[in-house]
């Protein structure tokens, strides 16, 4: 597999939802979870996170209202192993309500069977490790 491969796989990522302010829901974990249980090389799947907002830990007397995430880095990993890292676009932010939607390509050549997990990064730090993508063999 290529680092060209890899370089393509982040396609889009939009924020998606309702634009109603963030509530407690919002402060919950952040979480990432595939839209599908499985997928094969060259298929693109979503990868959908919800509660990812910063500012969550402040008291709400502080006045300070939570704010989506903004993803600064991404790292690929099959089988737990790192693969080279994919291109984030800038400005890649949760939105409003912390939904993040993202697209990915699973990469050429990762063998069927294999899991895949992508780890964000956001600008505060804080890394966001997405469930696991069963990956099946091309055509099924």
Do not use: H, Y
Not at 42 to 57: F, R
Request: proline residues 7%; hydrophobic residues 45%; glycine residues 10%.
């Amino acid at each position: 597999m290529s680092a060209a491969t890899l370089g393509a796989v982040l396609l889009v990522a939009t924020g998606c939802g309702s634009s109603v302010p963030a509530g407690p829901e919002a402060c919950d974990t952040p979480k990432l979870m595939w839209s599908e249980d499985a997928a094969s090389p060259g298929e693109v799947v979503t990868l959908l996170g919800s509660s990812m907002m910063t500012g969550c830990s402040g008291a709400a007397s502080d006045g300070a209202e939570p704010q989506p995430l903004r993803i600064t880095a991404a790292e690929l990993f099959v089988d737990r192993e790192a693969m080279p890292a994919p291109t984030v676009a800038e400005g890649i932010t949760a939105n409003d309500v912390g939904v993040l939607e993202m697209q990915l390509a699973v990469p050429d050549g990762v063998p069927a069977g294999s899991a895949l997990t992508v780890e964000l990064t956001e600008s505060e730090g804080a890394v966001i490790r997405s469930d696991e993508l069963v990956i099946e063999r091309a055509g099924t």
